[in-house]
Nanobody, 127 residues
Framework: QVQLVESGGGLVQAGGSLRLSCAASGLTFSEHDMAWFRQAPGKEREFVIVNRRKDNSAVYADSVKGRFTISRDNAENTVSLQMDKLKPEETAVYYC????????????????????WGRGTQVTVSL
C-alpha cells in the first residue's frame, strides 16, 4: 500500500519561510517523479513544482520560481519543499504527489498524471 505523508505546514507571516516534507512508502521511490501541488479554498488544485527522477532536476510553476526549492532523498524516500518569501495568496493545502508525468507536452502540470497523493498539509500565510 502506497502512502505519502506530508508534514511541516503551519502559519507563517508574509515574507517568511516554511519547509514541507513528504515521506513515501510502499512504492519504488526512485522510479517516480515527485511533485507538490496546492489547492486554495474554492480553487482547483494547481501545480507548484516537480522533481524529475531521471536527473534530479526541477520544473517550477512560474509563480514560485526563485522562491521555492524541491529536493529529494532516495535513500530516505523523502521529498522536501523549501518555500521562501511566502505570499498570502499562497495559503492553501499543499499536496505531495508521485508519478511519471510527461514533459514534452506539459503533462507534468496536470494532477491526473500523478498516481499517488498524500492527504495534504495546510499552509497559511498571514499579512
Amino acid at each position: 500500500q502506497v502512502q505519502l505523508v506530508e508534514s511541516g505546514g503551519g502559519l507563517v507571516q508574509a515574507g517568511g519561510s516554511l519547509r514541507l516534507s513528504c515521506a513515501a512508502s510502499g512504492l519504488t521511490f526512485s522510479e517516480h517523479d515527485m511533485a507538490w501541488f496546492r489547492q486554495a479554498p474554492g480553487k482547483e488544485r494547481e501545480f507548484v513544482i516537480v522533481n524529475r527522477r531521471k536527473d534530479n532536476s526541477a520544473v517550477y510553476a512560474d509563480s514560485v520560481k526563485g522562491r521555492f526549492t524541491i529536493s529529494r532523498d532516495n535513500a530516505e524516500n523523502t521529498v522536501s519543499l523549501q518555500m521562501d518569501k511566502l505570499k498570502p495568496e499562497e495559503t492553501a493545502v499543499y499536496y505531495c504527489a508521485a508519478g511519471r508525468p510527461t514533459y514534452y507536452d506539459g503533462g507534468y502540470y496536470l494532477a491526473t498524471q500523478y498516481y499517488y497523493w498524500g492527504r495534504g498539509t495546510q499552509v497559511t500565510v498571514s499579512l
